[in-house]
């Protein structure tokens, strides 16, 4: 079983609408992490967690939210998706004691029209 | 975090070993150099990292010259599910809560 998971794997939707992107792993890390990937611009950060009370805003923030209901558990919210929040999202986890060994899960691929 | 260059692409022939060169010429002395890959539309797998030592794992050997200004992975015996692009990242061991930054890398095709 995959150690980080992602539900769902694909989504269509469109303008205006609520989106959640949910993610959950089985490591027992401390951290979580949301990114997103666009061709041609690499990996950017939206959201990272140190534990459940400790959230913080990577570097693309705007128009998304995110929630760590349980050390194992961090959703990703889009409120009003818009057509260029179409990307590939990416979870990762890390240890406490090392940011840069990073486990992602299998991607949620979003379209908005 | 240090730059890194790397080839836009090799090939390999399945089962040969993959020699996949990265150069850190400005890799400060409290750097590593981590290795990760990413298979097509997959998350980024984390493969290896190493301060100044060879190091060696069940996917890869990450070999760093004396100097440390550049280093090769090393995929032993290539096989198709290799095929992906690799990317060499120079970080201090805790940077902080940033972005990886993963650059272009290198797309390694793995042939029959």
């Known amino acids: 079983d995959a150690d980080v998971t992602q539900t769902p794997r694909n989504r269509i939707t469109k303008t205006g609408k609520r989106i959640m992107l949910e993610c959950s792993q089985t490591?027992?890390?401390?951290?979580m992490y949301w990114y997103r990937q666009d061709p041609g611009l690499g990996l950017r950060l939206i959201y990272y967690?140190?534990?459940?009370?400790?959230?913080n805003k990577g570097e693309i923030s705007d128009g998304y939210s995110v929630s760590r209901q349980a050390q194992a558990k961090f959703s990703l919210s889009l409120e009003s998706a818009i057509p260029n929040q179409t990307a590939l999202y990416f979870c990762?986890?890390?240890?406490?004691?090392?940011?840069?060994?990073?486990?992602f899960g299998p991607g949620t691929r979003l379209t908005v029209l | 975090d240090a730059k890194t260059t790397q080839p836009p692409s090799m090939d390999c022939a399945e089962g040969r070993a993959a020699n996949l060169p990265c150069n850190h010429s400005?890799?400060?002395?409290?750097?590593?150099v981590y290795w990760y890959r990413q298979i097509h539309s997959q998350g980024p797998q984390y493969i290896i990292h190493?301060?100044?030592n060879n190091e060696t794992n069940e996917m890869a050997s990450l070999i760093i010259t004396e100097d440390r200004k550049s280093s090769t992975l090393i995929l032993p015996h290539a096989t198709l599910r290799d095929t992906a692009v690799y990317y060499c990242?120079?970080?201090?061991?805790?940077?902080?809560?940033?972005?990886?930054?993963f650059g272009k890398g290198t797309m390694l095709l793995v042939s029959p």
């Open positions: 990762a986890t890390s240890d406490r004691d090392s940011y840069n060994e990073q486990f």
């Open positions: 490591k027992g890390h401390d951290r």
């Open positions: 967690s140190f534990d459940v009370k400790d959230i």
């Open positions: 400005t890799i400060s002395g409290n750097e590593y």
């Open positions: 190493g301060l100044k």
């Open positions: 990242i120079v970080r201090a061991l805790n940077s902080g809560y940033s972005t990886l930054t």
